[in-house]
């Protein structure tokens, strides 16, 4: 995160006010003293955003495979499922928001309570989305519950937890602190959700069906027989099966894990908010949030741009095992674009302290560019995509750390313009991830539904060539138009790093 002046501003503002008493000097540093976050503070506030990465990277990367390839759903129902449960998810996030902006504050907070209570059935919902029921017929409405059910719960986590951001401390400093740790442990959830889902599932991954024209190019090829599944497969369906609840039941644990120590590691500070307005209607604050350009602006990038690598997300794993024909090594693969990812976040840290948020973005944004481009041209070669994959990953970096960097920036210039309006921390933050994952929704519903249309073969060995240009679509020419129409519009976005400051003076003097 851009680390500023902020406590050292404040703290020299406050002293100005009392000039030569020793009281005024006291109280501005105890005040200080009080907003500073110690490190242990940073590190538990970060390890409380673990759970919706792993949990969201094992969703985003296996869930559209799992429900073709293990639970063996028609992508016709496997794009409603998708679509659904993403449309379901954007819908309670704005409505969590609205709960959370209106809950009275107690003893541990106002935040907190609802990370605590809502973990122990959102741990329960996530492991049955990923257990194959014994019938058939009603297998759709089963994934659909427990997949929306799931859902709702983690925003009533994520929603509180990202607008606890703004209540930590009242210094921004130490508030860029403390999400830069969170950022770090975001990424490192990622890594260890792509880890754990994708090499406990990698051991026990069942064996493609070879179609009419793979058994003919075998027998014309049966003296040099390599190819396909000519022997008796040692693994079954089952034990893929057993993987994915195994690797489920893992992420649980890490799950309740990470909110305990969250709860118990952060005191959210009642001081650090100034008083709140007067509660208003949801509608009310639809137009609120969307009413101020800024907010409006970024919403749009961010809504293109995550729009591009959500795509890119949940299709890479079939390209990489359908197109590619990597079906083997596609969860390395993904890992290998995660730990670049990790990687690259100092990196970025440091850029965008050095030439602000805005470049930031263009120069992250356009860094994966070539390489969505060339993993698609480039022949079936499993060194080359290892490369291109590492160097994706330097992108996805940058994608995933600067839309949580700028959006307190909005919402300080939002208290700077309306100074009566307080308290709608909450809203900014779950109307951003809103619009974000009902786009995903839309995105996942559509390419799962373009691979029904071009005769998608569940674990088949081969795919006709409509399926591979369709994948090929959907990890490379739309994310990349996707990302050129967000990088667009923050062309007009406002706050570049002199108006952010003078905000950051304006909000000191405030309080």
């Known amino acids: 995160m851009a680390k500023g002046e902020g406590g050292e501003q404040y703290s020299n503002a406050s002293l100005l006010s009392k000039p030569g008493t020793a009281d005024g000097i006291k109280l501005a540093k105890n005040h200080e003293h009080r907003n500073r976050l110690s490190v242990c503070n940073k590190i538990c506030y970060a390890i409380g955003g673990a759970p919706y990465q ?3 990277c094992a969703l985003g990367f296996f869930l559209q495979i799992y429900l073709l390839d293990v639970a063996q759903l028609d992508p016709f129902y496997a794009s409603i499922i998708l679509f659904v449960g993403r449309a379901w998810d954007a819908v309670t996030d704005p409505t969590v928001g609205f709960l959370v902006s209106r809950s009275p504050w107690t003893r541990f907070g106002r935040m907190l309570p609802w990370i605590l209570l809502s973990t122990p059935l959102a741990v329960l919902s996530y492991f049955l989305i990923w257990y194959v029921p014994v019938f058939d017929e009603g297998k759709v409405i089963w994934y659909l519950f427990w997949y929306c059910l799931f859902q709702s719960l983690q925003t009533c986590f994520h929603v509180p937890y990202s607008a606890l951001t703004m209540f930590i401390s009242s210094e921004q400093k130490e508030r860029d602190s403390a999400t830069a740790y969170r950022m770090t442990v975001e990424v490192l959830g990622t890594v260890l959700g792509t880890a754990i889902q994708g090499q406990i599932v990698g051991m026990a991954n069942a064996p493609c069906l070879p179609g009419p024209g793979d058994i003919l190019s075998e027998l014309s090829n049966s003296s040099n027989s390599a190819g396909l599944d000519n022997t008796e497969p040692v693994i079954s369906l089952e034990h893929t099966k057993a993987a994915y609840m195994i690797s489920s039941g893992v992420i649980c644990s890490i799950y309740i894990l990470c909110a305990l120590i969250l709860f118990f590691g952060v005191r959210e500070q009642k001081e650090s908010c100034r008083p709140r307005s007067e509660p208003m209607g949801f ?3 639809i137009k609120l949030v969307m009413g101020h350009g800024p907010y409006a602006k970024l919403v749009m990038v961010f809504l293109f741009t995550s729009l591009a690598f959500m795509l890119l997300e949940g299709n890479f794993a079939l390209f990489c095992s359908s197109t590619l024909g990597f079906r083997n090594d596609f969860q390395n693969i993904l890992l290998v674009i995660m730990l670049s990812a990790t990687l690259a976040i100092p990196f970025w840290q440091w850029f965008l302290t050095r030439f602000g948020k805005k470049t930031a973005v263009y120069t992250g944004s356009l860094s994966v560019i070539p390489f969505m481009i060339l993993v698609v041209c480039i022949e079936s070669s499993l060194i080359v995509t290892y490369i291109v994959s ?3 990953g330097v992108g996805v970096a940058a994608a995933f750390l600067l839309p949580w960097s700028m959006l307190p920036d909005v919402v300080d210039d939002f208290q700077v ?9 909450a809203l900014f933050y779950s109307f951003y991830v809103f619009f974000t994952k009902f786009a995903s929704g839309i995105s996942l519903g559509i390419s799962t539904l373009s691979l029904d249309f071009a005769g998608y073969i569940s674990r088949g060995c081969s795919q006709p060539e409509k399926v591979n240009l369709t994948l090929k679509l959907l990890v490379s ?8 129409i967000g990088l667009i519009i923050l062309y007009f976005y406002p706050i570049d790093e002199e108006k952010r400051q003078g905000n950051r003076k304006l909000l000191q003097e405030q309080r």
């Open 54 to 56: 792993i949990t969201g």
């Open 283 to 285: 509608f009310q604050g």
């Open 390 to 392: 590492f160097a994706s």
């Open 417 to 425: 313009q309306n100074p009566g309006s307080t308290g709608h921390e």
């Open 477 to 484: 020419a739309a994310p990349v138009c996707l990302i050129i």
